[in-house]
């Protein structure tokens, strides 16, 4: 099983732009598709992006297309999200997940590997 941690969280202002990375271990990750979910408090895991195993095939979720961008890069085992012009209403918890795949799921369920989280908190 592959093993994920999160990071590039932190505070940022309305309108900046953070970068997630996903790094995995354990199994090369080219066979993997990744996923990006948040949680914010009080709401369900929800799904943010997708891409699948090449980086050629990726899905948004409605609010944030253009302005995030799924990335990866199977050489370093990394996966990564670019947000920018990011709002209040993106603070939330991020998750990278992973499911040995072809297509790319758009349920939390249907995840295998998770990592930890990372916490992105938007001012206004």
């Known amino acids: 099983q592959v093993q994920l941690v999160e990071s590039g969280g932190g505070l940022v202002q309305a309108g900046g732009s953070l970068r997630l990375s996903c790094a995995a271990s354990?199994?090369?990750?080219?066979?993997?598709?990744m996923g990006w979910f948040r949680q914010a408090p009080g709401k369900e895991r929800e799904f943010v992006a997708g891409i699948g195993r090449t980086g050629i095939s990726t899905v948004y979720e409605d609010s944030v297309k253009g302005r995030f961008t799924i990335s990866r890069d199977n050489a370093k085992n990394t996966g990564y999200l670019q947000m920018n012009s990011l709002r209040p209403e993106d603070t939330a918890v991020y998750y990278c997940?992973?499911?040995?795949?072809?297509?790319?799921?758009?349920?939390?369920?249907?995840?295998?590997?998770w990592g930890q989280g990372t916490q992105v908190t938007v001012s206004s």
């Open positions: 354990g199994r090369t990750l080219n066979t993997y598709v």
């Open positions: 997940a992973a499911r040995l795949t072809y297509y790319i799921p758009k349920g939390s369920h249907e995840y295998d590997a």
